[in-house]
């Protein structure tokens, strides 16, 4: 009985250490398709051509993302208070503005780097936690080269034709403005609540036809909202 008092608390001793001493379960492989980066050589070629024919002033600041920022024409005009480049392409997704990041954001070494994406990712089916696991590559990515480099991240937007995405959408939008408010070189736009009418849902007045993409009148709102934010206005 005396020898079975002494062992038995040194085998509950190493059973508990072993149980402690298990590797931590490998992170989760990304399941996802491989990007098919191909479809959009056109668009950054084009960009790099033009940056043959017009070299990038210094000091440029860059707009990158999805099609809401490669549709916004006036975007220079805008903000004339600095040099601005406007590199949004397609119907692109974080992770594939992160794969051009060297080629479209990087050179010009800016102070400022404005993105708008997230929305086609969610509607691709991605989650709001994959959304924000991509951001925070990309962040991580442009950083690595640039680290005082601030960047802006403009809210996933409300929109009529893709309202039945919006509990993905606020809660990817609440998960980067909560990690952003960590670092003072990131900053997060909130033009999500400003293009919400009374009832709640978006303004039917600040979008085309196709209910996605916005009207002058929808721009007029990012224009003020972004510019406050940034300092640009």
Known sequence: ?????????????????????????????????ALDLAK???????????????????????????????????????FPGGPILNRGFGGSQIREVTAFADRIVLPYKPPLVVIYCGGNDIHAGLSAEQVFADYREF???VHAALPKTRIAYISIAPNPARWSEVEKVKTANRLIAAWSGKDPRLQFIDVYSEMLGP???????????????????????????????????
């Open 40 to 78: 959009w050589e056109p668009e950054i070629k084009a960009f790099e051509e033009a940056d043959r024919e017009h070299p990038a002033p210094a000091g440029s600041i860059v707009f990158t993302g999805s099609s809401s920022i490669r549709l916004w024409k006036t975007l220079a005009e805008d």
């Open 1 to 33: 009985m005396l020898l079975m008092r002494l062992v038995l608390p040194l085998l509950l001793t190493f059973s508990t250490v072993g149980a402690f001493a298990q590797p931590a379960p490998a992170p989760r492989p990304d399941t996802r398709p």
């Open 199 to 233: 009832d709640g849902r978006p303004k039917p007045d600040i979008f085309v036809e196709d209910g996605l993409h916005m009207n002058d009148k929808g721009y007029e709102i990012w224009t003020r909202v972004v510019g406050n934010a940034v300092g640009l206005r």
């Open 139 to 141: 962040v991580s990515t």
